[in-house]
């Protein structure tokens, strides 16, 4: 089945960096890659995604990038403020299977 | 915007007894899952659900376990006799149609096995 690792586990920037956080997937029939941000006690909020026939996928101060070649994709967060504090996951899936997630990044952005 | 929504948000029960946790899915989607997390740990897949039965499930999932649709808007997942690694969050999420649309979560159930 799909796993899916997930780095770093923890991640410290100031006000105004720039953030990356890295997912590798096993699985090659993966389709489809969505980000999760979670805040203390509340549920995952989907903040953005890409499927397999993107390489790239862009929305304001958050990006993504896949590279299917190498199993791997990344989550950009540019400009980081301190409200983009939270814990975010990456997952994987194969059309019609469930989400299976990373073990998450705990993002902390100081001002 | 429509939202998954769960209830009870917090459920405390003894060691042995069953709970039946409930998720109110989006009005217009047709796929329903459920995932476990425990505190400070990652989302766990426990089952998915689609045309009115089970279409995957986790190792997670065993005979303890068991989800239903009991009518057009509510899906609940069942635990018989509960253990204290029960306790964890559950989420319900649902997807429209079309496997590869996006999950929305609900708020979660914290359950407290004590």
């Known amino acids: 089945g799909e796993n899916v690792e997930q780095h770093p586990s923890t991640l410290s920037v100031q006000e105004g960096d720039s953030a990356v956080i890295k997912c590798t997937y096993s699985d090659s029939a993966s389709n489809y890659f969505p980000w999760y941000k979670q805040e203390l006690g509340k549920r995952p909020q989907l903040i953005i995604d890409i499927r397999s026939n993107v390489g790239e996928k862009k929305d304001q101060r958050i990006a993504v990038t896949l590279n299917k070649t190498a199993k791997h994709f990344s989550l950009h967060i540019t400009e980081t403020q301190p409200e983009d504090s939270a814990v975010y996951f990456c997952?994987?899936?194969?059309?019609?299977?469930?989400?299976?997630f990373g073990k998450g990044t705990t993002l902390s952005v100081s001002s | 915007e429509p939202e998954v929504t769960q209830t009870p948000s917090h459920q405390v029960t003894q060691m042995g007894q069953e709970v039946i946790l409930r998720c109110v899915p989006i009005s217009n989607h047709l796929y329903f899952y459920w995932y476990r997390q425990i505190l400070g740990q990652k989302v766990e897949f426990l089952v998915s659900?689609?045309?009115?039965?089970?279409?995957?499930k986790s190792e997670i999932f065993d005979d303890q376990f068991s989800v239903e649709r009991p009518d057009g808007s509510n899906f609940t997942l069942k635990i018989r006799s509960t253990k204290l690694e029960d306790s964890a969050m559950y989420f319900c999420?649902?997807?429209?149609?079309?496997?590869?649309?996006?999950?929305?979560f609900g708020p979660g159930t914290r359950l407290t096995v004590t």
């Open positions: 997952a994987a899936r194969r059309a019609g299977t469930a989400l299976i």
């Open positions: 999420a649902s997807s429209g149609q079309g496997r590869s649309y996006e999950q929305y």
């Open positions: 659900f689609y045309n009115n039965e089970i279409s995957e």
